[in-house]
């Protein structure tokens, strides 16, 4: 093949992939293209097997450095199960309250989602296009939740069969409608500079801390609400009406190993589109 | 067989990859296992086939990172391309060429996956330089070991050639 077809060859494949990146640009959030899941789905194994080598790993050096401590350890869990135990039964006393006077007053609330829970098998916070990959096992579906105990790790971008990449909550693009837990204040949290994130649109006239919860605010359609986010680290007035504040997100994403992919469905379209076109 | 080779070594590449990624927090940010298979396979072989390793291997990197997919795809295709034609009009590579020519392709694969997020992202996530500059160095240096490492490959294949011809003409 001669140098000139080459050259056309090479036109051809960068002007395809430039259309594929501009389409994926103009409709951020859209679905994964079936180029996309193919290539998850014949990568992604590499790192699964990574994972697995890992654990199997962590796990024979555990048995044999904790052997002597095991017996130790079982009798602190059972006395925190006992204690747990008795904490379950006043919680569950309170819901059942709870259940009761909102029937009265015919209050309506969403209950928990399902959960599945997955693997983390690769994860990458550090780098400028940071993503994580889960292996779930299961069906999940572009634009759940994925959260670990201790908060909101980000939401499904692309599904490939049992696999699923994630944009984490600090990616630059991410956001997540967020609020104040002390005081219900409402802003929007979006990825910042060095894996933190930025808590927008609250009024210089709110009052706000350093060292408050922010927590999800339910109402973007992804994020159910109260879901811990991280805490607030730094508080500035801002160039215009708001305050300029740092949160340091409740997930530490390198000592992930296990997330929850929240089963939410999406808002139907007809009310997404209603929201966007609302007249105040 | 090269083809089959080809896709083994990927594998290869996306297995070290992601054992760097699980045990070392830094090491996605400051390491490009792709970008080193792309320019070593790029420069043993004809454009053509430097582009489709180079549109393959970043397709398989897209996979794993984050950002819009494609993103390595278009900067790994023109480094394959653009490393096959620099070694075809090239004499012969030295290992301090060779690191040299790795560096100028982590550079360039930077500078253009750093010229797409800021056309095609309204706010862009920027590499800092210092993980810029940790890339190309890593790239340089991993890219030297490799061209030492195939080097004393080729010597030492043709010296078992060579006493096997010489026996057998015995």
Request: aromatic residues 8%; glycine residues 8%.
């Amino acid at each position: 093949m001669s140098e000139r077809h080459v050259r056309w060859i090479l036109a051809a494949a960068l002007f395809l992939q430039l259309l594929v990146l501009t389409a994926q640009a103009a409709e951020s959030g859209g679905e994964p293209s079936r180029l996309e899941a193919f290539a998850l789905g014949a990568v992604a194994p590499f790192a699964r097997l990574v994972d697995h080598g890992a654990d199997l790993v962590d796990a024979l050096s555990i048995r044999w450095r904790v052997r002597t401590s095991l017996l130790e350890e079982n009798r602190r869990l059972r006395r925190e199960l006992a204690r747990l135990e008795n904490e379950r039964i006043l919680w569950f006393d309170a819901a059942e309250r709870m259940e009761r006077l909102a029937e009265a007053v015919e209050y309506r609330h969403a209950g928990a989602p399902p959960l599945v829970v997955a693997d983390v098998i690769y994860v990458d916070h550090v780098s400028w296009l940071r993503s994580l990959v889960l292996w779930a096992g299961a069906d999940v579906g572009v634009d759940q939740a994925v959260v670990a105990p201790e908060g909101v790790v980000g939401r499904v971008i692309s599904v490939s069969g049992p696999y699923a990449k994630v944009q984490l909550l600090t990616d630059r693009s991410a956001t997540i409608g967020a609020m104040l837990q002390r005081t219900r204040r409402q802003g929007v949290v979006r990825g910042g500079e060095g894996g933190m994130l930025k808590l927008d649109f609250i009024p210089l006239r709110s009052d706000v801390r350093i060292g408050d919860l922010v927590v999800t605010a339910g109402i973007d359609g992804i994020y159910p609400r109260s879901i811990p986010v991280g805490r607030i680290t730094r508080v500035e007035e801002g160039d215009e009406l708001f305050y300029d504040i740092d949160v340091a997100p409740a997930v530490d994403f390198g000592q992930l190993d296990r997330a929850y992919v929240l089963a939410t469905e999406r808002l139907p379209d007809e009310l997404e589109e209603a929201t966007i076109d609302a007249v105040p | 067989m090269r083809f089959l080779r080809f896709l083994v070594l990927l594998g290869l590449v996306a297995l070290l990859h992601s054992v760097g990624a699980r045990f070392v927090d830094w090491f996605p940010a400051r390491v490009d296992l792709f970008l080193v298979f792309v320019v070593a396979w790029a420069a043993e072989s004809n454009t053509l086939t430097g582009l489709a390793v180079g549109l393959t291997a970043g397709l398989a990197a897209d996979a794993l990172s984050g950002g819009p997919f494609g993103l390595n795809g278009f900067a790994d295709t023109l480094v394959g391309y653009g490393v096959a034609l620099a070694v075809a009009n090239l004499a012969k590579l030295s290992t301090g060429g060779a690191a040299a020519l790795y560096a100028v392709a982590a550079a360039v694969q930077r500078a253009v996956l750093v010229l797409l997020v800021v056309l095609l992202l309204p706010d862009p996530n920027l590499p800092s330089l210092e993980s810029v500059l940790w890339t190309i160095g890593s790239t340089a240096l991993l890219g030297a070991l490799v061209f030492q490492a195939r080097r004393r490959l080729a010597g030492s294949l043709q010296r078992w050639r060579k006493s096997r011809e010489d026996r057998l003409r015995f």
